[in-house]
């Protein structure tokens, strides 16, 4: 994948395509498991398809699949259009149309105080999402680079200084965006399982105002995203580019050692970033804990909200700024 990344425009063009292939496949798996639970009368409303035959599932199925396809186009085209992230614009829409409805049921069946609890709790634990996600993604560590003065002739070129950025963060939500919905899983898999319900040993249905839930969210979202950061800069790579371009770190030297250096850099810059993650994909859920547990808003719908939101404004106003 590394170089493929680094082949260009035909290299991009392959991963894409590896990537709508994989999301073909993952919406085949997908929508057939939807379609068996859904035949073996295992989803929330009990009897949802008449029968079980192969037909029968075939088709749902069948449907499911054609909408990852249209899914997987959308987004293609939402980021070539230049409106950001494909993905994080239909979470934003498709929650943003929702949202207020389901607060709203939140005041009808429970109660003016516990609207109240609820409104409260999401706009904070939003607004802590909104900043943490800014300053991971904005802030990082300038490491000065000098290049090395060369004569030619008469004239002199080099000296010029410039940096090396290290960010504190290369992954943003991802990390708690890919454990939300893997600890989603089991569910889906318990419903398929011989006598449904509630398998020995098997988590069915995560609820996340469990403290279990929130511990095992976040030590898997600062580990992934211990990963991530890992992956995104090879120290190694730079040091080399640097020598070859004759720059190197002030009191430095170059090759192994300006590697050795970056790579110290970059663990002490990130070292606090997982925690922050890992407290930023528990805390919605957390907050609405705490507010009173209630099954119409849930932390997912507030990270979801906030990150999708943060990621879409910011991309509208890059485009508005490049515009005018």
Do not use: N
Not at 46 to 60: I, N
Not at 73 to 93: E, H, T
Not at 218 to 242: C, E, Q, T
Not at 281 to 307: E, I, K, M, N
């Amino acid at each position: 994948m590394r170089a493929l990344a680094a082949a260009g425009a035909a290299g991009a063009a392959r991963i894409q395509r590896y990537v709508r292939i994989l999301a073909v496949v993952m919406g085949a798996l997908m929508g057939t498991a939807v379609a068996v639970a859904a035949a073996k009368e295992r989803l929330p409303g009990g009897d949802v398809l008449a029968g079980s035959g192969v037909g029968t599932v075939l088709a749902p199925a069948g449907a499911l699949t054609a909408g990852t396809l249209v899914t997987t186009w959308l987004m293609r085209l939402i980021s070539s259009r230049g409106l950001g992230d494909g993905l994080a614009v239909l979470f934003f829409v498709q929650l943003a149309a929702v949202f207020p409805d389901l607060l709203w049921r939140v005041r009808q069946e429970e109660g003016p105080g516990a609207f109240a609890a609820t409104t409260a709790a999401v706009l904070a634990s939003g607004l802590f999402v909104i900043v943490a996600v800014i300053v991971l993604d904005r802030a990082e560590r300038r490491v000065p680079i000098q290049y090395a003065r060369r004569m030619i002739g008469v004239r002199r070129f080099g000296g010029a200084a410039t940096y090396v950025p290290l960010r504190l963060d290369h992954a943003g939500l991802v990390p708690a965006f890919t454990m939300l919905a893997l600890l989603h899983l089991p569910g889906l898999a318990a419903r398929l399982w011989p006598g449904g319900g509630r398998p020995d040993g098997l988590w069915t249905s995560p609820d996340q105002g469990s403290v279990w839930f929130m511990v095992v969210l976040f030590v898997s979202v600062a580990v992934l995203s211990v990963l991530s950061s890992a992956g995104a800069v090879d120290p190694a790579r730079v040091a080399d580019r640097l020598k070859r371009e004759g720059a190197f770190v002030p009191g430095i030297r170059p090759g192994r050692p300006t590697a050795d250096y970056l790579g110290y850099v970059r663990v002490r810059v990130t070292a606090g970033t997982p925690f922050v993650l890992g407290l930023v994909a528990v805390l919605p859920s957390a907050a609405l804990a705490l507010a009173g547990d209630q099954p119409f808003v849930t932390g997912t719908c507030v990270l979801l909200l906030a990150g999708a939101g943060l990621r879409t404004a910011g991309r509208i106003a890059d485009q508005w700024e490049q515009h005018i």
